[in-house]
């Protein structure tokens, strides 16, 4: 299963960028489908989260995007987006999706990985 990500680009500081993450396949079942981001020599840092249970969808926001990224998932799509709003030189990144679940319905559950779009915001 391959994650394509796509949206990033060149802005300016207090623009948005809007990014999308599909995979190849549908899955059977999703838990939960997350952003993360990394910077050169940098560990990849979870952006935002968003985990889906039978009593409601919950979101996680790393506290440097709280209030200016939101992340919306449909699981039965199988498709994640992240808003960036009031960017930051400091949001300059590659910016990875990932989903973890069930690829079919008596697979383990596992964690896949998208390949990564660059966003970067200049001053």
């Known amino acids: 299963v391959q994650l394509q990500a796509s949206g990033g680009g060149s802005v300016q500081a207090g623009e948005s960028l809007r990014l999308s993450c599909a995979p190849s396949?549908?899955?059977?079942?999703?838990?939960?489908m997350s952003w993360y981001r990394q910077t050169p020599g940098e560990q990849r840092e979870l952006v935002a989260r968003?985990?889906?249970?039978?009593?409601?969808?919950?979101?996680v926001y790393a506290d440097s995007v709280k209030g200016r990224f939101t992340i919306s998932g449909d699981d039965r799509e199988n498709v994640v987006k992240l808003q960036t709003n009031s960017l930051k030189p400091e949001d300059t990144a590659v910016y990875y999706c990932s989903f973890s679940g069930w690829i079919k319905e008596f697979s383990d559950e596992t964690e896949y990985w998208g390949q990564g779009t660059l966003v970067t915001v200049s001053s």
């Open positions: 968003i985990s889906m249970y039978t009593t409601g969808d919950e979101t």
């Open positions: 396949r549908k899955f059977f079942s999703i838990r939960s």
